[in-house]
């Protein structure tokens, strides 16, 4: 049905609380909070009237380079903006819940793994019904909004997983970070870096979407799919950590890890290796050691397939259609190349079209691994998987926490979560 047309419901409730988890495992650490209530979509102001803009960014207030954003690209559209700021969890249900209640905000920003939840319950519109061009943006971010062939928004920018490394451990270590390609080059740098006594590598494994965030650069790196958990393929990548743990390469606290604790391991300065996110860089100048970063590496080598963070902005669905020629001009402007610099760099994000990030990278050269580690990711909800995802996904961590363990094999441990998930997603 057209996106006015009254007989479009919204459903799915359960599927977006579940899914909502999903968006914290890649965004960076932020503060609970919300911004002042919303006016509501239909509520009229001087001029163009009001619209409304709900986004993830609760920490940014009206001084922020971001909400001067909003003010500006409201401006230029003849409207004044209503902004209102929301964690990423309670944000989902409020759009569920609005869309429900026929009260939805004129412009959405969420977490690219809830897009397809949304677009699936109906509460949102195509970017083809709202005419948005997304020709520029790189079709690997682009996928994380797209659900049966239709893309239900604009990704604002993407942050994924590289590793971090201490440079001083490894030269004790006599390691070159340059010679980690794969899998094998790794082990070996593990291996000689715990015997100079110190820690080979940090990351998180917590039975949550951190874990399998975490754990995807090497599941998809290695040649898997996620629909189908128990290939040799997954299973060597859950083996890779298993292997690593009980060799004493990575610590057992990983099992327990999230993001951020993994990181507080890090900047002890006693790993040679920490998986983290763009987010981290502030952090990591703050570490009072000399580091580096390079892409995970896949089984075989080249950069794995990280996957991507960051959120997509989109047009919900409104009873009153003629509201839909201004939300896209809105869009248009938060979206746009001559925008994008500023929204991505006060986000910390990469930006989701070439020509941004070769500007990212000559103001800021450290930038190069994260644009590389960018082209190479893909949304966790991509290959048209949308709401199976985290379907997938908790029985994927579980079986990982069991191999980590050690209560069950790698083989058995994966072949349980294949049965779970395919029972899950039938």
């Known amino acids: 049905m057209r996106p006015g047309s009254s007989g479009r419901r919204v459903a799915g409730m359960g599927a977006a609380v579940l899914v ?42 009206k001084s922020s380079d971001w909400v001067k954003l909003l003010d ?11 902004r209102t700021g929301y964690d990423t969890t309670d944000l989902t249900n409020k759009a569920l819940l ?11 920003i969420v977490d690219n793994p809830v897009v397809s939840t949304l677009a699936e319950a109906g509460v949102l519109t195509t970017t083809e019904e709202n005419k948005l061009d997304v020709t520029s943006i790189a079709p690997n971010l682009l996928a ?9 928004g604009i990704p604002i920018g993407a942050n994924t997983l590289a590793l971090y490394y201490n440079k001083e451990v490894l030269k004790k270590a006599g390691v070159d970070a340059d010679s980690v390609k794969d899998w094998a080059s790794l082990t070996a740098a593990l291996e000689k870096v715990k015997a100079a006594g110190k820690k080979g590598i940090t990351f998180s494994a917590i039975g949550t979407e951190e874990g399998s965030f975490q754990f995807l650069p090497w599941f998809w790196g290695s040649g898997a799919n996620l ?52 987010w981290q860089l502030a952090n990591a100048k703050k570490t009072g050691f000399d580091y580096g970063i390079i892409p995970i590496p ?20 409104q009873s009153d259609t003629a509201r839909y020629a201004t939300s896209q001009k809105l869009v248009s402007c938060l979206t746009s190349t001559d925008n994008s610099l500023t929204t991505t760099t006060t986000l910390s994000y990469i930006a989701p079209t070439e020509a941004v990030q070769t500007k990212q990278v000559e103001q800021n050269a450290e930038l190069k691994v994260w644009v590389e580690a960018v082209k190479a990711a893909k949304g966790r909800t991509s290959d048209n998987l949308g709401t199976k ?9 579980g079986a990982v926490q069991a191999a980590l363990s050690g209560s069950t094999a790698p083989q058995e441990a994966m072949a349980a979560a294949q049965s779970t998930a395919a029972s899950a997603t039938q």
């Not at 609005?98 to 959405?108: E, I, K, M, R, T």
């Not at 994380?144 to 239900?152: P, V």
């Open 20 to 61: 909502a988890a999903t968006g914290l495992a890649a965004c960076s650490s932020q503060p609970d909070g919300a911004g002042a209530p919303s006016a509501g979509a239909g509520q009229s102001a001087a001029g163009g009237g009001t619209y409304t803009i709900w986004d993830p960014y609760p920490q940014y207030d």
């Open 72 to 82: 500006t690209c409201g401006t230029q559209a003849g409207v004044t903006v209503e």
């Open 98 to 108: 609005a869309a429900q209640q026929g009260n939805s905000p004129d412009v959405l």
């Open 144 to 152: 994380a909004g797209q659900l049966g062939g239709k893309t239900y």
């Open 227 to 278: 629909t189908k958990l128990d290939s040799p393929e997954g299973v060597a990548s859950v083996a890779l950590w298993a292997d690593w743990l009980k060799k004493g390469y990575a610590p057992n606290s990983v099992i327990n890890n999230t993001q951020t604790t993994s990181w507080q391991e890090f900047a002890t300065g006693d790993f040679a290796f920490g998986e983290n996110g763009t």
């Open 298 to 317: 896949a089984k075989d080598g080249g950069t794995a397939p990280a996957p991507t963070g960051g959120e997509f902005v989109s047009i919900p669905v």
């Open 389 to 397: 995802y985290p379907k997938i996904s908790e029985p994927m961590w």
